[in-house]
């Protein structure tokens, strides 16, 4: 555990140099490129138009094999819960243009939702056009609207990516149950952890 840890560890500072320097959206910003339509893999084309709900989006930036995404994904369905318990829509974007021949393929993303019994839609961020234009650095990296498609949460899901049982602070989970009951986020901002994304620059 104390090799794996390490190895994380080392991971995450190395990706940190590569997570590019796209200027992020900031807290109220209003979301991009809403009307793209990506394939998702249940064969549809979806866009964040057609994800979000009532009272907003949940858009997830993840990949198939980072260990930061190995480690948290066992939440992701929980969180599809939480969101859709407050009418909010939630779409996970897989953005590593660069690993699209590899681990990131189309084939392995519907094998790794299919193997993993995902509840939401996981589509291709082609270009990495969704990743550059939110500024989304990791995987995993939270962005969290409104419903006026405002920005209301970004950052990591919680602060501990190594054992849910162990998290003590929610930050996702509490952002959207703010955006259910009409009430004010406390934490609006957390620094996002995990690889850097394998993007498209040009």
């Known amino acids: 555990m104390?090799?794996?840890?390490?190895?994380?560890?080392?991971?995450?500072?190395?990706?940190?140099?590569?997570?590019?320097?796209?200027k992020q959206l900031a807290i109220g910003d209003k979301a991009v490129l809403t009307e793209v339509k990506m394939p998702d893999?249940?064969?549809?084309?979806?866009?964040?138009?057609?994800?979000?709900?009532?009272?907003?989006?949940?858009?997830?930036?993840s990949c198939n094999?980072?260990?930061?995404?190995?480690?948290?994904?066992?939440?992701?369905?929980?969180?599809?819960?939480?969101?859709?318990?407050?009418?909010?829509?939630?779409?996970?974007?897989?953005?590593?243009?660069?690993?699209?021949?590899?681990?990131?393929?189309?084939?392995?993303?519907?094998?790794k939702a299919k193997e993993q019994g995902y509840t939401f839609s996981y589509v291709v961020d082609k270009g990495s056009k969704i990743a550059?234009?939110?500024?989304?650095?990791?995987?995993?990296?939270?962005?969290?609207?409104d419903g006026d498609f405002k920005l209301a949460y970004k950052g990591a899901i919680d602060d501990n990516y190594k054992s849910a049982d162990k998290v003590e602070k929610s930050y996702l989970k509490d952002?959207?149950?703010?955006?259910?009951?009409?009430?004010?986020?406390a934490v609006t901002e957390t620094k996002p952890l995990g690889c850097g994304i394998k993007r498209k620059t040009e």
């Open 65 to 111: 094999t980072c260990p930061f995404v190995v480690a948290w994904e066992d939440r992701y369905n929980a969180v599809k819960k939480w969101a859709d318990s407050n009418d909010v829509g939630m779409i996970v974007l897989n953005s590593n243009c660069l690993k699209r021949d590899g681990d990131d393929s189309f084939e392995a993303m519907k094998k």
């Open 175 to 185: 952002a959207l149950n703010s955006l259910g009951s009409n009430s004010q986020i």
């Open 41 to 61: 893999v249940s064969g549809k084309e979806l866009s964040l138009n057609d994800a979000k709900k009532e009272n907003g989006l949940l858009v997830l930036f």
């Open 2 to 22: 104390k090799k794996l840890t390490l190895f994380i560890g080392i991971l995450f500072v190395v990706n940190l140099a590569f997570a590019g320097d796209f």
């Open 132 to 145: 550059n234009a939110f500024g989304g650095q990791t995987t995993p990296h939270v962005f969290l609207f």
